[in-house]
């Protein structure tokens, strides 16, 4: 995959991230913290992973759940499992 393609998968993980949280798209910085900058709460950070899951089509274990902290964290974990480049 291209940089174009980094490039969308992140906004794609960003359009999850704003749709769970009811915020806006521009809010979701690629390192923001769902949890200390953009307020997510427990189980709206398990929405995240299920919806990236499904979005990537990807399995996505508990641990690896743990690790998405941030958008940028998100398409690291999708790199690691061969879908962005």
């Given at each position: 995959?291209?940089d ?12 999850i991230v ?5 915020i806006?798209i521009?809010s979701?910085?690629p390192d923001?913290?769902f949890?200390d900058d ?10 995240i992973a299920v919806?990236?899951e499904?979005?990537?089509?990807i ?7 743990a690790?998405?902290?941030s958008?940028?964290a ?6 690691d ?5």
């Amino acid at each position: 995959m291209s940089d174009v393609q980094s490039v969308a998968a992140l906004d794609r993980v960003r359009g999850i991230v704003a749709e769970v949280l009811e915020i806006d798209i521009d809010s979701v910085e690629p390192d923001a913290s769902f949890y200390d900058d953009l307020a997510a709460d427990s189980l709206e950070k398990v929405e995240i992973a299920v919806r990236v899951e499904r979005e990537f089509a990807i399995p996505v274990s508990p641990q690896e759940a743990a690790e998405m902290t941030s958008a940028s964290a998100v398409l690291a974990l999708l790199r690691d499992k061969g879908k962005v480049v």
